[in-house]
Every structure is written in C-alpha cells, then in structure tokens.
C-alpha cells in the first residue's frame, strides 16, 4: 500500500463491459488492511482486469468519508457500480464470499430460491 490516503487504479475497457467501482476502507497499515488490499488487487486483477476502479481510504486520514459512508469496521470494501451497493468486511482471504459479493459468482439456487442469504453487509 501506498502512503497517499487513496489509490486509482483505473484501466479503460475497450469492451462495453461493466466497470467495478470499489472502494476499500482501510485503518492504516495494520496487517488486516493490509492483507485485504493485497488479496483484493490480486482478485481484482484475475477478475476483473481492466473493468475496475479501486479507491483506497484509510479511515484515519479521511474520518469524514467513513463516516458518511458508516464505516463501522475497518477494512471493508464497497462495491458502488454495478448496482446494487455491497458492503464486504475483513481481509478479503475468502475469494468465494468476495466474489460473490462482487457479483462475479453466481448464487446457489433450488427450486428458484437462493440458499445464501445475503443482506447489504457481507464478511469475507
């Protein structure tokens, strides 16, 4: 991670695919924070290569941002675009959950029912 309070990584598709804007909440460079921007990118880039744009915030430089987003626990990673809004909490290391909730999994169905549950708040 860098120093800087956020981070761009914005890449231009050429294809009319759906660009991902993330942002990731931070509190500083603990290993957690740490550890979901690594896991994150690493995700973001073998899924979503050249459709996304990742925001870093650490909620100690920006309070302001966390809290007009209610940031209650830090890190957690929010997917504004493509609707809907998804809020995802922790370090990121569960690559299902985390692509579940960027909608790059498809949800487990029977009978037409979802069998996960998912409200606007997910751990990873």
């Not at 990118?41 to 459709?51: D, F, N, Y």
Request: hydrophobic letters at 40%; charged letters at 30%.
């Amino acid at each position: 991670m860098t120093d800087k309070t956020s981070k761009k990584n914005t890449v231009k598709s050429s294809t009319r695919e759906p660009l991902w804007d993330l942002r990731l909440y931070v509190a500083g460079r603990t290993p957690k924070s740490v550890a979901a921007f690594t896991n994150l990118q690493k995700l973001c880039e073998e899924h979503l290569a050249g459709r996304y744009d990742l925001e870093i915030v650490d909620v100690y430089q920006q309070p302001v941002l966390a809290k007009d987003e209610q940031i209650l626990a830090a890190p957690t990673l929010i997917k504004k675009l493509p609707l809907p809004l998804r809020r995802i909490i922790g370090d990121m290391s569960n690559k299902d959950r985390v692509l579940l909730g960027l909608d790059l999994r498809p949800r487990e169905r029977d009978n037409g029912l979802s069998l996960v549950a998912w409200t606007w708040d997910t751990v990873a």
